[in-house]
Every structure is written in structure tokens, then in C-alpha cells.
């Protein structure tokens, strides 16, 4: 199975977005450079990722979920909003356009140990996680080629979503080349709602 855990940005949150969008993505490709260099992110798949699964065991399933459940119960709910954006691995040679969140100190101390909880679920269940350290970001655009981004980030820069609680981890499928293009196409597992009650001492 092809696992992530992420947190999802509600509807109104995902609908500004694209709509912010709409209206600049026909522009994306520089002049000489092919549009399909450019493969955007469908809005239905928009999120936040916290830990990445590319080869989980069927038998760990149940198991990974009785962690998440617990690393999840052990969390506050925060509130955040989709703002900025940048490239990686930079904006000269850019091949990845994401979107940032808005965090204070608290909310991303807070996300930060839903990550940490959610890739010790995982690596407790028996389950490697790939990837580098987390940083909150939602991919917006995949580029086939490296690209100078600069003034896509400037764009950025003036987004500020509405605002919208994180009060839950969601457990996705990934099925490569069953979506629409040959997209991946994501099936939610689960949820798993963010339960700390408020004065609780935190967990690490």
C-alpha cells in the first residue's frame, strides 16, 4: 500500500485558492517553454502532508491506525490559513510551486508534533517513512523541467486564504495512474480527530 497522513484544507479554503489560480495558471508556461511542462495538483488533492509510506505492509494497517488514533487524541486543534508560497528546491531552479500556511509560534509547535506523532505511528507499525524533515507546504505545481520562478512566488506572496481549523489527521491511499491524466487518484481511509483537551499538559 502507498500510505500518507495529512491534514486537508476544508472546502472554502480549497475553492479561494483555485479560484486565485484560475485565472493565472494559462500564464504559467514562459514563452518558448510547453505548458505541459507545468503538471498542476488538482484542487481535490490539496493537502499537507506529515508522513509519506511509498511501501506499507497490508498487516501493519491496523496497527498503524490504533497509532494515529492515539498520536491524534494527544494534539490540539489549531487554526491556520493558506498564505504565501515558495519553490523547492529554490526558486531559480524551481521544480516544485507550493503554497505555505500561516503559523504562529504555538499552531506550529503544534503541527509539528502532529508530524512527528504521525511518522512514529508509522515507524512503530513496522513501516519505513520517506522523505526529508517536514515543512508545512501544499504542492501546487510539479515542473518537468527546472524553472525560475520568481515572479510565481511574488504572486504568492499577496494570497492569504481564509482561516480554518486543523482538527484532524486523515489516512490516504495513493493509487498511482488511476486518476484523471494518469494521476495519482487518493482515497481516504480514515480520520482522525484531534481530541487534547484544552488545559491538558502536552505530549512531546
Known amino acids: 500500500m502507498r500510505l500518507f497522513v495529512a491534514v486537508r484544507p476544508p472546502e472554502p479554503?480549497?475553492?479561494e485558492l483555485d479560484a486565485f489560480l484560475s485565472v493565472r495558471r494559462e500564464a504559467a508556461a514562459p514563452r518558448g517553454t510547453s505548458r505541459s511542462a507545468w503538471r498542476w495538483t488538482p484542487p481535490e488533492a490539496w493537502h499537507v502532508t506529515l508522513a509519506?509510506?511509498?511501501h506499507a505492509p497490508e498487516r501493519a494497517y491496523d496497527e498503524l491506525v490504533g497509532r494515529l488514533g492515539r498520536a491524534a487524541s494527544r494534539r490540539?486543534?489549531?487554526e491556520t490559513a493558506i498564505v504565501g508560497g515558495g519553490a523547492f528546491p529554490n526558486v531559480g531552479r524551481a521544480r516544485v510551486l507550493w503554497a505555505g500556511l500561516s503559523l504562529d509560534e504555538a499552531s506550529r509547535e503544534e503541527l509539528g508534533r502532529l508530524a512527528t506523532g504521525a511518522r512514529a505511528a508509522a515507524v512503530k507499525s513496522g513501516i519505513a517513512v520517506d522523505g526529508a524533515r517536514f515543512r508545512a507546504h501544499v504542492t501546487l505545481a510539479r515542473l518537468g523541467q527546472p524553472q525560475e520562478l520568481s515572479n510565481w512566488v511574488r504572486l504568492l506572496d499577496a494570497y492569504r486564504g481564509p482561516a480554518f481549523a486543523v482538527d484532524r489527521l486523515e489516512l490516504v491511499e495513493s493509487h498511482l495512474g488511476e486518476g484523471p491524466r494518469g494521476r495519482p487518484r487518493y482515497e481516504v481511509l480514515d480520520e482522525f480527530p484531534l481530541g487534547r483537551a484544552a488545559g491538558q499538559?502536552?505530549?512531546p
Request: proline share 17%; with cysteine; hydrophobic share 40%.
Open 201 to 203: 499538559p502536552a505530549t
Open 76 to 78: 490540539t486543534p489549531f
Open 52 to 54: 509519506f509510506c511509498e
Open 13 to 15: 479554503a480549497i475553492e
